[in-house]
């Protein structure tokens, strides 16, 4: 997650589902899965869409103020009633190699800078009934290691942690 793609269309569909998903019920914990890197996509460049504003007005709205102040932050996010006021945030930036791991040491070091980086935001988010994960394009593919500096932009299926706040149980009704 990058604060440039802060209010964008997608934004407001995610933090749709996550207001909708949480309520009143749950609370939510949201890892910004940070990428610090410089950012040559165009992505977060779709921040006009006022035929969702009927879906979610207040919504819209205080996403609207975010674009029209241009203060597209995480910050903005956290502090502005976008998600539920008990929401739990992490939002340091995930490690990036400075430079490429060539060894298989540094290669292993990095790997360890990450594993750190999730047992530090999971620890922060231990309180919290479900924890959305927020990384700027996914789970990693295959092709993708650890110690990339593309590595930023994913999390790898071993990081989303089989735990009481990833899994929100599901009991299909009884049929009798």
């Given at each position: 997650m990058r604060d440039s793609y802060v209010a964008?269309?997608?934004?407001?569909?995610?933090?749709?589902?996550?207001n909708a998903l949480a309520g009143n019920d749950l609370r939510l914990g949201v890892l910004w899965c940070r990428n610090s890197m410089a950012d040559t996509t165009q992505d977060g460049l779709?921040?006009?869409?006022?035929?969702?504003?009927a879906c979610?007005?207040?919504?819209?709205?205080?996403?609207?103020?975010?674009?029209?102040?241009?203060?597209?932050?995480?910050?903005?996010?956290?502090?502005n009633d976008i998600l539920p006021a008990n929401t739990l945030f992490h939002g340091t930036a995930i490690p990036a190699p400075k430079i490429p791991c060539f060894s298989d040491?540094?290669?292993?070091?990095?790997?360890?800078?990450?594993?750190?980086?999730?047992?530090?935001?999971?620890?922060?988010?231990?309180?919290?009934?479900?924890?959305?994960?927020?990384?700027?394009?996914?789970?990693?593919?295959?092709?993708?290691?650890?110690h990339l500096r593309s590595s930023v932009k994913y999390i790898f299926e071993d990081e989303n942690r089989p735990s009481r706040q990833s899994v929100i149980p599901f009991r299909p009704p009884v049929v009798s």
């Open positions: 964008d269309v997608g934004d407001f569909g995610k933090y749709a589902l996550l779709f921040i006009e869409y006022p035929e969702l504003r979610d007005p207040s919504l819209y709205d205080l996403l609207a103020q975010i674009l029209k102040n241009n203060q597209r932050t995480l910050t903005q996010v956290e502090n040491a540094a290669r292993e070091a990095q790997t360890r800078l990450r594993a750190a980086w999730f047992d530090e935001a999971f620890t922060k988010l231990s309180e919290a009934d479900v924890v959305f994960l927020d990384p700027d394009n996914g789970l990693a593919p295959s092709r993708c290691k650890k």
